[in-house]
């Protein structure tokens, strides 16, 4: 509300335990270098950045300016951006295994449930991750959008 943009990225640097910090990244790691290796690294940088800003907006908006952090609205817009990249690109797939979608959205499904905060595992930044995925699904659209556009230019 005042201004403070730097908000709007800063919480994905924020983590709460060790345990938070490694499943994160661990995620990040493992879905955004195959994102890297497939789209190359021009994709990645702004992802990582659209898809913090939408997870930051979008979490505010559900909830309010309450603290939150985490990378985990990231790791979601990576996974958009790679569902999206791979269902209209199939021959360049990010290799992503299909239950990997489903389990992140069941994931995502039961954090919208309120079941986390029922049996007091913590609570999930829900928003986020909800933010983080429509982010990566918009930007992975508009990354096959623009490669198939410079594919065509190419061709004689």
Not at 21 to 41: Q, S
Not at 43 to 52: D, E, F, G, K, R
Not at 53 to 66: D, P, R, V
């Amino acid at each position: 509300d005042s201004g403070q943009l730097w908000r709007l990225v800063t919480p994905m640097l924020l983590h709460f335990g060790w345990m938070h910090i490694v499943f994160n990244l661990l995620w990040v790691w493992e879905i955004g270098r195959k994102i890297e290796w497939t789209c190359g690294a021009r994709w990645l940088l702004p992802l990582v950045l659209l898809s913090s800003i939408s997870a930051s907006l979008t979490q505010y908006f559900m909830s309010g300016a309450n603290l939150f952090g985490g990378m985990s609205g990231v790791v979601f817009g990576l996974l958009g951006f790679a569902f999206v990249w791979s269902q209209l690109l199939p021959a360049r797939t990010i290799g992503l295994p299909r239950g990997i979608y489903i389990f992140m959205l069941v994931f995502l499904v039961i954090g919208f449930s309120g079941a986390f905060d029922l049996l007091q595992l913590g609570s999930l930044a829900n928003g986020a991750h909800l933010g983080g995925l429509i982010g990566g699904v918009a930007l992975g659209a508009l990354a096959v959008a623009f490669t198939k556009l410079s594919e065509r230019i190419r061709q004689p």
